[in-house]
T-cell receptor, first 115, second 114 residues
Framework: DQQVKQNSPSLSVQEGRISILNCDYT??????FLWYKKYPAEGPTFLIS?????DKNEDGRFTVFLNKSAKHLSLHIVPSQPGDSAVYFC??????????????FGKGTKLSVIP | KAGVTQTPRYLIKTRGQQVTLSCSPI?????VSWYQQTPGQGLQFLFE???????NKGNFPGRFSGRQFSNSRSEMNVSTLELGDSALYLC?????????????FGEGSRLTVL
């Protein structure tokens, strides 16, 4: 059973418009929420994160929103640029005990920004 | 500073063989995690090592194993390869604190099992 779902496998957005990527989860034990971006033939790179005690975190064009009651996470990119075209993964952290943490990833959303 | 380095980048094996993948973390990072990425399942956690000890393990069969050396470099091994083991294997390192949950990933080792 998937604990983390990204229900949109792909998303196309016009350059300059807003991109909204969504992530839903089922386990309330997740305490930290991250977004990673992945280009082909590269490893994922960290983009932005948010702690469970906050509901919004902003970094330049990127804003992450957390709605704990709905168990919903979203990433807003505005304005979208062609270089943002990549696969975006949400990753949720859980304390596994003994100082270890484990990330559970969604399956990713492929974002295409059209010039 | 140098990032996470994984070798080999690409390899082809046949069913029944075994494979060893290597990961050198960012200098100073003591935690190394391994993930398997497949088109159908996304990224799935394999295991995490810290100070040469496995601290956490995902839901994979015993054919998947790993170890970490005193210099924090890590290896993972898959024995008796199956077709379904074809995947991108990603290594990620982090500082011990995990205060922000951020992992730094390598470019991965692409394994094809024929």
């Amino acid at each position: 059973d998937q604990q983390v779902k990204q229900n949109s496998p792909s998303l196309s957005v016009q350059e300059g418009r807003i991109s909204i990527l969504n992530c839903d989860y089922t386990n309330s034990m997740f305490d930290y929420f991250l977004w990673y971006k992945k280009y082909p033939a590269e490893g994922p790179t960290f983009l932005i994160s948010i702690s469970s005690i906050k509901d919004k975190n902003e970094d330049g064009r990127f804003t992450v929103f957390l709605n704990k009651s709905a168990k919903h996470l979203s990433l807003h990119i505005v304005p979208s640029q062609p270089g943002d075209s990549a696969v975006y993964f949400c990753a949720l952290r859980m304390d596994s005990g003994a100082g270890s943490y484990q990330l559970t990833f969604g399956k990713g959303t492929k974002l295409s920004v059209i010039p | 500073k140098a990032g996470v380095t994984q070798t080999p980048r690409y390899l082809i094996k046949t069913r029944g063989q075994q494979v060893t993948l290597s990961c050198s973390p960012i200098s100073g990072h003591r935690s190394v995690s391994w993930y398997q990425q497949t088109p159908g399942q996304g990224l799935q956690f394999l295991f995490e090592y810290f100070s040469e000890t496995q601290r956490n393990k995902g839901n994979f069969p015993g054919r998947f194993s790993g170890r970490q050396f005193s210099n924090s470099r890590s290896e993972m091994n898959v024995s008796t390869l199956e077709l379904g083991d074809s995947a991108l294997y990603l290594c990620a390192s982090s500082l011990t604190g995990w205060n922000t949950g951020e992992l730094f990933f390598g470019e991965g080792s692409r394994l094809t099992v024929l």
